[in-house]
């Protein structure tokens, strides 16, 4: 019997249960209907019976990675030498500018808002020299992440004509899931991360917040040279502001090779963002008469859109029996068949994947790191 069973087993063991095995344990001679002495003075141990086993079968299976949950998965995750990974801040750019469109200088820990029910509250953690600033949400989460336009100074300021976010620079992540946090503890990959080889260098960089995924290169560009290629909290390749941050976390541009970030003495580490691979898709599909062309369309791109994002999130895999490590190839059938599945298309041909016949193998080398993203969608039918 495995734990999950035992579980099962002891939820099973409810108030009928116990209170029928406390009657049946007395003899028959005795009157045991409901409302006699026996019955009334057995019912109440029989409902707290019940809560016992219930309580148990709570106990054990948070006692588990593979059931635990909340608190006591984290309490799990403390003994195997990790955390959950908390919910971060998203990072944006703004511009400030007066009556006649010049820039404003903004100080920093000044707050805005930006215009909505209701509305995100920013404060600025940097200056530039070109006049705008960074800004920080003050809320955790990915809600900030997809606001561009017009903020409104909470912070008064007399010059101050207009203030707009124009980038978000560093999106945030949600604080991660039981699923996630189980599955990263249930990992059987059995490398261990030491002395800089490519597991330590994945996990340095799993620990800085905005980082989403990474890739790992080693002795690129020759003996003692790592090439780190990162992608954002959305899956999208980092931008120069978050490649800056994690250059100067693992090997600080003033002291390279010195050891004084996360990388080991010697090492010179180079943090690029993978280079965009926009793939179009174009296919003809035969619809159910009654289900609209344009409905379709919308359904196909955003099926595409899901199994775009899934290919990312598997971008930063290590497959030991290739070179470098990755590999990666969108299949034209996998297309094929999110697309049949959908509600109201009959039938559809072989989609064409930038106007070529043929399934697309990303490339993975020391030069060049690709990361797929989906182009224009034509769905003719």
């Known amino acids: ?8 087993e002891l939820e ?3 108030y009928d ?6 009657l049946d344990n007395v003899p028959n001679d005795i009157d045991k209907r409901e409302g006699s002495i026996i019955y009334d003075a057995v019912a109440p141990a029989a409902m707290v019976s019940a809560q016992q086993s219930l309580s148990l079968a709570n106990v054990i299976r948070e006692t588990y990675i593979k059931t635990a949950q909340g608190e006591f998965l984290d309490y799990r995750a403390v003994e195997h030498g990790t955390s959950r990974y908390l919910a971060t801040n998203t990072e944006v750019k703004a511009k400030f500018t007066d009556d006649d469109g010049n820039p404003v ?14 509305p995100i509250f920013y404060t600025v953690t940097k200056v ?4 705008t600033a960074e800004m920080q949400a003050e809320e955790a989460g990915t809600a900030p992440n997809s606001y561009l336009g017009q903020v409104l100074p909470v912070t008064p300021n007399d010059n101050l004509a207009w203030a707009e976010i124009i980038e978000i620079t560093i999106p945030a992540r949600d604080a991660e899931s039981d699923e996630h946090l189980r599955a990263r503890l249930l990992n059987s990959n059995s490398w261990v991360a030491y002395g800089g080889n490519i597991a330590d260098y994945l996990d340095m960089t799993s620990k800085i917040k905005d980082v989403g995924a990474t890739q790992v290169y080693p002795t690129w560009d020759g003996p003692g040279t790592v090439k780190l290629v990162i992608l954002n909290n959305d899956l999208m390749p980092a931008s120069t502001t978050l490649l800056k941050k994690v250059k100067e976390e693992i090997d600080p541009e003033s002291a390279e090779t010195q050891g004084y970030g996360l990388a080991p003495i010697d090492h010179r580490v180079t943090v690029v963002a993978p280079e965009t691979l926009k793939i179009d898709v174009s296919m003809n599909v035969t619809i159910i008469d009654s289900v609209n062309i344009e409905s379709i369309r919308a359904k196909v791109r955003n099926t595409l859109e899901e199994l775009f994002k899934s290919l990312r999130r598997e971008w930063s895999t290590v497959n030991p029996t290739v070179g ?4 990666m190839v969108v299949y034209r059938s996998k ?3 999110r697309v049949m599945m959908l509600e109201g298309v009959a039938n559809a041909t072989m989609p064409k994947l930038s106007s070529k016949d043929e399934d697309l193998q990303l490339v993975f080398n020391n030069t060049t790191s690709q990361i ?3 182009g224009e969608v034509t769905v003719n039918g």
């Open 1 to 8: 019997m495995n734990p999950e069973d035992l579980a099962n």
């Open 12 to 14: 099973a063991q409810n």
């Open 17 to 22: 249960y116990w209170l029928n095995l406390m």
């Open 105 to 118: 200088t903004v100080d920093i820990g000044d707050r805005f808002a930006s215009i909505a029910e209701s």
């Open 128 to 131: 530039n020299e070109d006049g």
């Open 324 to 327: 470098r490590g990755y590999s």
């Open 335 to 337: 297309i094929l068949s």
């Open 372 to 374: 797929p993203v989906l």
